[in-house]
């Protein structure tokens, strides 16, 4: 089990800054680190050093003003006393302004607040872990122009057999009340209530270590009458827990305890989208490092999304941030420099991405929630920066993705077709399109421009071989990205996969067509039709459908058509116009009354003759396959798709010599030399 760490800030005052590590940066690293990140870099801002006089230690994060053009935060210690401080600062990293000092030993102030504010028009609320009349923290309101600060509660010694005091948390708002959780050391921490002008304080829920120990940095979720949140420490196994209680401190349910395995001491809490829950813990997982995690609010489908390895990042203290489908966060430790990430995921666990790692320079080991203003993160780092006091930033994320409409299969059954509905803007310079070519890792196939129709023929065969695209092998993923006029790149599309039907005996399978991130079978989707083209002649008609949820249809008539053609489509609520001809269903690849079993390419049924040769070559294959010519430095001469069992090939133009001639089909390669004489 992890070690337990308990601090006690009202004791020790702040967290002392050497618990956590310091990295001084070797020059070489550092080179290599800004030679890799260079396009990381030119997204992360640094808006603020701190420098001790104007704050220190930023454990919580920065919120926004209503125009988005102001950011507020508290800092954990410095100013005049070391207590702390409440701070603006325009989100262009201008006009700092220091909108209170906490003192310590008055008991009229609070010191050392580790949370983040929360605001309600021009007031900000905010708590302290320590300070105030019994030194275990207070609650107070402020107004956003530093005037009228006002302690609202001083936390109790003790309310029954635990502390309720010294709060690590942010306060959630709903109307005129405020929620919240305290870390409570020596005791364990409580759930409680407080109206926003300090009247009717109410200890909602004691911990008692079954049910939880130390609520951490994060805010409540609430939704209607309910309230969501975590616990470092207790439950069933020590390392923490996920709960729900009654805003009026009734029906409390533990939803999950963290048992390494499934993750450990969730040091943020969890954020709410519709019936899920998605939060991080710092600890557990299959390294040790932390996960992210899902988990639906009455307890079950707990879905570990995630596991840090180091590499992309090491303890996720903070609340996750929801944006869409997309999750942002900050691990702080790990990564380049072993100072801390920034990362994004899909809601569905795919797609993970560490977008930044932090240096000591920029900022390091960030603790708390993310802000997001449009594609703008801001944060906070606890240290690094120009005096190693910590540092505010922003990051410039990836605008969000157009996606894709529709992958479908030409009527040749040559080539895969990806279209997308081209938005009306003005600012985009081309769409790129990917594919899939091993597990979860896409690679370029091209580029449109935006002036151009918004669909792309799937062509590309060698470059990614033997991840060819070929709609007669298998399906394939794809995804969409665009790039606009001043070289930005958006967000990768969920992808699609296309359609592969097999047939066996007159028989038809086939896969879902599925969205990455919707379930399956998609919701727009309400039937699959097999469709055949009797003698080959082009005219399709329907033999007969099922539901979307069925992938198999048997026809009837099949042996009565033996030139005859089968593919398989989607009847959906989805239309797709690319500016050239609209798309209202996706069709498969195309399976004849023979294609149930293939010929492979193998050394003795692929033939070229005359060889050597002079002018005219003829290639004999048993099956489709695409023909790449070299010289013998390995440079490509001739790549061209052969269709037909035999093809005759110019080779007069080429020099005398040696030439390596490769036979490639999805599953094969064989390779011959030629001589040209």
Known sequence: MPKKIIFKPQSVGIIPKHYFIKTNCIMVLLIIFLAFCSIANAQYTKLLDFNNSNGNSPFGSVILSDNDSVLYGMTSSGGPTNGGIIFSIKTDGTGYTNLHTFIQGVTTEGSYPLGSLIRSGNVLYGMTSSGGTNSNGTIFSINTDGSTYTILYNFFD????TISGNPWSTLTLSGNVLYGTTYGAPGNGNVFSIHTDGSVYTDLLDFNMANGQHPGYGALAFNVNVLYGTTMYGGSNGIGTIFSIHTNGTGYHKLLDFNTANGGMPYGSVVLSGNMLFGATAAGGAYDHGVIYSIHTDGTSYKKLFDFDNTNGISPDGTLTLSD???????SGGGVNQTGTIFSIDTSGTGFQSLYSFNTPTGTQPRAQLTLSGNILYGTGVIGGAFDDGVVFSFKTKPAAIPICMVTVDDSSKYNHIVWDKPLVNNIDSFIIYREITSNVYKPLGAVPYAAISEFVDTVRTKYFPFTGNPNSGTFRYKLQYRDINGNYSAFSPYHNTLFVTQSGGTFNWNQYTIEGDSAPLPALTAYVLY???????????????????????DPDFSSFPNGRWRVETTWNISCSSSKSSYSTSKSN???????????????NVKIFPNPANDIITISIPQQATIEITNIQGQIIKTLNITNQET??????????????????????????????
């Open 158 to 161: 003790s309310v029954g057999n």
């Open 325 to 331: 489908n997309l999750l942002y966060g900050t691990t």
């Open 532 to 554: 055949r083209d009797d003698n080959n002649t082009g005219a399709w008609h329907a033999v007969q459908g099922v539901s979307g949820t069925q992938t198999t249809i048997t």
């Open 590 to 604: 195309v399976k004849t009354a023979t294609t149930g079993i293939e010929t492979f390419l193998n050394s003795e």
């Open 648 to 677: 005759t090939i110019d080779v007069s133009g080429l020099s005398g010599g040696v030439y390596i001639i490769k036979v490639m089909s999805d599953k094969r390669v064989v390779v011959r030399k030629l001589i040209k004489q």
